[in-house]
């Protein structure tokens, strides 16, 4: 049987329509797949981007953020408005709303979904912000200028905070831990951060916990009662993969499919890509779950090619990416790449509290991670750096005027 004919035969079906999805088909077709592809959404929008939600399309500057992709062009059949039910590996079909789709190989791209504030579902006035419909519900929200109240100050809450400000709505940010960011960076990192609400006349309050939500309050558990025309709820994320319970697909701590180095899931013909998914990095000595969107760029291209690999005898492709994500916040562009959970030490490249600074984190003098504040040209000679493993000069790399590459052993 020729390569040609095996690859027609076989049916590549993709769960979930956001960014790992459709890149996930659209590099099927790039790399040369002439299966059939079938792409499955929940929502019944035209699969979009989510970073623009929280920017662009919340303050009205752009009316959504489609994919630049032509479907149709690529052979690709997208089933939108059809939520996944479950998946009966031993059968290879995938039980959706409209009924089972039987599939050759399957790839699990359904993301995560927003963790909601116990009590506070069917509050009137309260909001999540995922997806398109959640940003066009709160774009009047923010044209009325409300007082309103996010809880959360990671990096959603932060985002949404930003662009109440810019449209002149007061906004306080409720924050249990003791300082912004506390999930994602130590203390003496987010610490410069914590200036940047009051610098933007957003409040933010630490330790603060909510007890309650009542329609037009926020009561926190020392009492305190703040006004709000509208709440915002940004205090994280989790796999989107309640769907899968009784599969027999290994989900991991988290609830997040366990994957291999090859992005394959514990079940044969079934792979797991983007947020919904963890994988094994040999490069930091263990497994990461990554919910930010250049995993669900660059995983796809993975998967793609191992689907491929798979038919033809090929070597499979490794996952071993440099993390890498950003983020713009109260006029402040932040990049962050690597992982820093091992590193020995922490290095500055400039004033933290000034407008352009950055973090280095080290492993017996290689850089592991580092976060760049307004220097992106750190952030792209960092994480090349990072890639290679190339051994640095700490005192030459703490010199924010030496361009990082040339800070090396």
Request: net charge negative; hydrophobic share 45%; aromatic share 6%.
């Amino acid at each position: 049987m020729s390569e040609q004919t095996t690859q027609s035969q076989r049916k590549v079906v993709v769960a979930g329509a956001g960014m790992a999805g459709v890149q996930t088909a659209v590099a099927l077709r790039e790399q040369g797949f002439t299966g059939p592809v079938t792409l499955i959404g929940a929502e019944p929008h035209q699969p979009y981007d989510r970073p623009p939600l929280s920017k662009a399309v919340l303050l009205g500057k752009a009316e959504g953020s489609a994919f630049d992709v032509d479907f149709e062009a690529l052979g690709i059949e997208l089933r939108l408005g059809r939520e996944v039910l479950g998946v009966r590996p031993a059968d290879h079909e995938l039980d959706t709303e409209a009924g089972p789709v039987p599939y050759d190989v399957l790839v699990l791209a359904t993301g995560a979904e927003p963790i909601r504030l116990p009590g506070a579902e069917g509050v009137p006035g309260v909001h999540l912000l995922r997806t398109l419909d959640d940003a066009e519900r709160l774009r009047p929200v923010l044209a009325r200028q409300h007082d309103i109240v996010v809880v959360g100050a990671g990096w959603i809450g932060a985002e949404f905070a930003t662009a109440a400000r810019e449209a002149g709505c007061a906004v306080t940010v409720v924050e249990a831990a003791d300082r912004p960011l506390a999930g994602a960076l130590p203390a003496e990192v987010a610490a410069p951060m914590t200036a940047w609400y009051a610098d933007s006349g957003a409040v933010l309050r630490t330790h603060a916990r909510v007890q309650r939500v009542e329609p037009g309050a926020v009561i926190l558990d020392d009492g305190s009662r703040l006004p709000a025309g509208a709440v915002v709820v940004g205090i994280g994320a989790r796999p989107a993969t309640a769907w899968l319970a009784g599969s027999g697909i290994q989900l991991g701590t988290h609830g997040e499919v366990v994957a291999d180095d090859h992005l394959r899931t514990s079940v044969p013909d079934v792979y797991a890509v983007g947020d919904c998914a963890s994988f094994p990095s040999g490069r930091y000595g263990e497994r990461l779950l990554v919910h930010h969107w250049d995993n669900a760029l660059q995983g796809p291209r993975t998967v793609a090619a191992n689907i491929l690999g798979e038919a033809t005898g090929e070597p499979l492709a490794v996952y071993d990416p440099v993390p890498y994500f950003w983020s713009e916040q109260f006029g402040r562009f932040v990049q962050y790449a690597g992982h820093h959970a091992a590193a020995d030490t922490t290095l500055w490249r400039g004033d933290p509290s000034g407008p352009a600074w950055t973090v280095c984190w080290l492993k017996d003098d290689r850089l592991v991670a580092l976060l760049a504040v307004g220097r992106p040209r750190d952030l792209a000679q960092g994480r090349r750096l990072i890639e290679a493993g190339t051994p640095m000069n700490p005192e030459l790399l703490a010199d924010p005027a030496r361009p990082m590459k040339t800070a090396v052993a």
